[in-house]
């Protein structure tokens, strides 16, 4: 349904809703709870009902059909918008105004 590109990791929207990640992980950015990165596509767990994907060099965001908004991976400069710097290996939701 859609794709999505950092800089060396992809994010994949299936026609079930869910996303699927590979690449580079070093910074999370795949969100399976490692730093593993992975030559083929696995899942991202916890993740129902994907509408859209979208991702940054070392981060990665998914907006969900209810309109609620994840991220994981990268956070140094605060770019999940989760109201810390910390990394995220597993997806967070947005904190929205």
Do not use: C, K
């Amino acid at each position: 349904m859609a794709l999505a590109a950092g800089q060396a990791h992809l994010l994949v929207l299936g026609e079930d809703g869910r996303v699927y990640a590979l690449g580079e992980n070093e910074m999370g950015q795949l969100g399976d709870g490692t730093q593993e990165s992975r030559l083929e596509p696995r899942p991202v767990e916890g993740l129902l009902g994907v509408r859209a994907i979208g991702a940054g060099d070392a981060h990665s965001l998914a907006l969900l059909a209810d309109g609620r908004l994840f991220a994981w991976g990268d956070n140094r400069f605060g770019q999940l918008g989760d109201g810390t710097r910390e990394v995220r290996l597993r997806p967070v939701q947005v904190r929205l105004p």
